[in-house]
């Protein structure tokens, strides 16, 4: 392999190169200014005209160019091999202007004439690498991949080791310099320009490439523009000695070429983040991140992140309340990652929300999605599903699973165990695909984990964390609560990773069921006279065995008949309809809840008259005084008319 190969590949395979290079130009900076205040203050000699000149100039540049590896810095690692190039291009660039300028600092001063030798040399040797590295960087941006390119890759690299050494001949015989006894340096007229040769093979090469190039013209203007002006610059160097302006002229090429390539490069990268920025807050927002979710509802806790391995990714997750006592889940992965795959992750999360909204069981669901997706299929991508519907009054969870991970399960005084479910086909194979349905049963205080295959696959030079790891990872965590344990596991993957790059989307989620403080059981009758004592059977029997005191038992049959017989008479007649009843023991507080609900005649009963007692039972009016009784007797009473229905809860503790 080249030498120019070996330093690539060491760019891109080194990422802390770049941030090292950018903390060399800050010093060339500064060591410079400080060298010049320095000779100015206590220097034997004053400071030549031309040479102060040079130095601003070299300065000058150096702070260009740390400026523009500052905009840089932030893309480096995206942009890749062409960016890491340049960054390395401008570092070599102020290196020999640093060189340069401490050898015009020092020149003249006798005590220095041994490190003003050892500087020349280093300038000649660092102007070898900076011009090879223009041609690394010039085959990087003509992208000529032919066999002459890689001629003179061999060449030139072979060429820049000889020319790098060249210089320090110097030592022994003055091929480009001597150095009198005052310190000062003098040029070797008859043999300095060997120092130039590589430069102009190197310019050849370049032009050869341009002419064999394929690339735009403006890229060929912009390495050309990095030639013409520094070969002006030698043919004046040549003409006035002291005058050194031709590396501050290859510096001022490559601030036009930041200012022509890399413009359009930065403007087009903006506009792309700014697009994936917009993406990447379009995904979030179609996925559930306010936690507590559900902060009302005493049943279960749930929590979920997703990491994405790009700015968008593939993975989601969901979970929604079909109604007030079942909870959909779902743990998803579309087979691709980035912009694609999120787009393709919307539209399935979208059916399958709608579809399980629509009543359907979660095989249902899944062939539904199924047949939608293969429709217009055109990438043929796909996307694994574990789809979960909890009951949260009996802790059943209905499931299917598409291909998916195999859930993690936790029951109360239990570790975390693998649920070896079956797996169907994917969603988005086949639209006849078939799906089957399973059973898992939550006891109380049971945990349900659910992941991506990023999980088990997040990898280290260790290998791959693996299903055991994160079995036991589990199990260490498997006294918090879902937010911590999710968080925590995060943190895990992160630590175990460390400074490798993140494969896949990591999703992962968890919910602890806790089941209801009551059982709520639920009827309905025809609304008739005859079915009271049938309505009010199972309240009171249920009263009497908690061994609830007699006179609240009373209370209660009292307003229930009363209100039970108001429906049977007036709801619907003359036409007759039923009466749907639900009640629940709470347990703390303690106390009877009784939702009574009809399809009848718009009723609101605390609205009713009531009763004048300031009258005589013969003057009385008729009615009203069943539901003051109601009122009177029980702790709380609320109506609402829920679209064609009248529905009634009271509350009566105990």
């Not at 994936?276 to 049943?299: H, V």
Request: glycine share 6%; proline share 4%; net charge negative.
């Amino acid at each position: 392999m080249a030498f120019e190969s070996r330093l690539t590949a060491l760019l891109n395979k080194k990422k802390w190169i770049i941030p090292l290079l950018f903390a060399f130009m800050c010093f060339y900076a500064v060591a410079t200014i400080l060298a010049t205040e320095l000779k100015l203050a206590f220097g034997s000699s004053p400071l030549d005209p031309k040479f102060a000149f040079s130095i601003g100039g070299e300065v000058c540049a150096t702070i260009v160019a740390i400026m523009m590896t500052i905009s840089l810095l932030p893309s480096y690692k995206r942009q890749g091999s062409y960016t890491r190039i340049f960054v390395t291009l401008l570092t070599a660039g102020c290196s020999l202007m640093f060189f340069d300028s401490m050898q015009m600092l020092i020149d003249g001063e006798a005590d220095f004439a041994l490190m003003n030798k050892i500087l020349s040399i280093c300038v000649f040797s660092v102007e070898s690498f900076f011009v090879f590295f223009f041609w690394v960087y010039a085959t990087y941006a003509l992208k000529n991949d032919s066999k002459t390119t890689d001629i003179f890759n061999y060449v030139l690299s072979a060429l820049c080791v000889i020319f790098v050494l060249i210089p320090f001949v110097n030592l022994f015989y003055p091929l480009y310099f001597t150095i009198d006894e005052f310190g000062i340096y003098h040029r070797n007229h008859d043999t300095w320009w060997i120092c130039r040769i590589f430069m102009i093979l190197v310019a050849i090469c370049v032009i050869i490439s341009i002419f064999l190039s394929k690339e735009s013209r403006k890229t060929k203007l912009v390495i050309s523009v990095f030639m013409g002006l520094p070969f002006a610059a030698i043919a004046g160097g040549g003409f006035q000695y002291g005058l050194s302006i031709t590396y501050t002229t290859m510096m001022v090429s490559l601030v036009l070429i930041y200012v022509m390539q890399f413009s359009d490069t930065e403007r087009d990268l903006y506009s792309t983040n700014r697009e994936l920025g917009l993406a990447t807050n379009i995904q979030k927002n179609m996925l559930p991140s306010i936690f507590p979710a559900f902060p009302d509802r005493k049943e279960f806790d749930i929590y979920a992140l997703m990491s994405p391995a790009k700015e968008v990714g593939g993975d989601f997750y969901d979970f929604f309340l079909i109604d007030d006592t079942h909870l959909g889940i779902v743990m998803a992965d579309v087979s691709d990652k980035g912009v694609p795959a999120a787009l393709f992750m919307m539209a399935s999360k979208i059916m399958i929300q709608n579809f399980t909204l629509l009543g359907q069981s979660p095989k249902q669901v899944l062939e539904s999605a199924n047949k939608q997706i293969c429709m217009n299929n055109q990438l043929e991508m796909f996307v694994t599903v574990w789809l979960g519907i909890l009951d949260l009054k009996t802790g059943i969870i209905t499931a299917t699973n598409a291909g998916h991970e195999k859930p993690i399960i936790k029951q109360p005084g239990k570790d975390f165990e693998i649920l070896n479910d079956k797996h169907g086909f994917v969603v988005g194979g086949f639209a006849s695909t078939k799906y089957s349905e399973y059973e898992i049963k939550l006891e109380k205080g049971a945990k349900l984990f659910l992941y991506t295959d990023g999980v088990p696959e997040a990898t280290s030079s260790e290998g791959q964390f693996g299903m055991e790891r994160t079995v036991e990872t589990l199990n260490k965590l498997q006294a918090e609560d879902p937010s911590n344990l999710v968080k925590h596991m995060k943190e895990t993957l992160d630590q175990y990773v460390g400074n490798n790059d993140q494969f896949d989307d990591i999703t992962m989620l968890c919910l602890e069921f806790k089941g209801c403080d009551s059982d709520i059981i639920s009827y309905e009758f025809p609304a008739e006279v005859n079915n009271i004592d049938a309505m009010l059977d199972p309240i009171i029997s249920t009263l009497e065995t908690m061994n609830v005191e007699h006179k609240t038992v009373h209370q209660i049959h009292l307003s229930l008949e009363e209100l039970f017989a108001n429906v049977a008479n007036y709801a619907y007649c003359p036409d007759k309809g039923n009466i749907h009843i639900e009640f629940e023991i709470k347990k703390d507080p303690k106390e009877l809840v009784v939702k009574i609900v009809d399809e009848g005649k718009p009723f609101n009963p605390l609205e009713s008259e009531e009763p004048d007692f300031t009258t005589s039972v013969q003057d009385r009016k008729i009615g009203g005084l069943g539901l003051f009784i109601v009122k009177k007797t029980m702790d709380d009473i609320k109506y609402v008319r829920d679209g064609n229905k009248n529905v009634l809860v009271i509350k009566k503790k105990l």
